[in-house]
């Protein structure tokens, strides 16, 4: 799966509104972050919890640019619980936590405005 971490990246085409159902991004809250040198890219080892419901997931996450390990447990992240696992390194990634480009190119979380259930899904 191919990410474009670019800003100025064109728009997709466009989808069916059911195509935009199929998937399934949740907030989740992080309990725990933790270095994962074994990465091809810089990145950390994230433990999300997202409710009764989906429960808790592992995610490798490219955000060590902008996040210190230490501010990362506590926050709420979006994102997709549907995915099939990927093996990255030692590690099998169980979501797709979801961010935008900053100004320099680096992952900026999404995260909601104030705080939410764990678990909500997007609409």
Known sequence: MHMNHDAAAPPAPEIAFDQFLAVDIRVGTIIAAEPFPEARKPAYRLTIDFGATIGIKRSSAQ?????????????????????????????????????????????????????????????
């Open 63 to 123: 955000i060590t640019e902008r996040y210190a390990l230490e501010d990362l447990a506590g926050r709420q992240v979006a994102a997709v619980v549907n995915f099939p696992p990927r093996q990255i390194g030692p590690m099998m990634s169980e979501v797709l936590t979801l961010g935008f480009p900053g100004a320099d190119g680096e992952v900026v979380l999404v995260h909601p405005s104030v705080p939410v259930p764990n678990g909500g899904r997007l609409f």
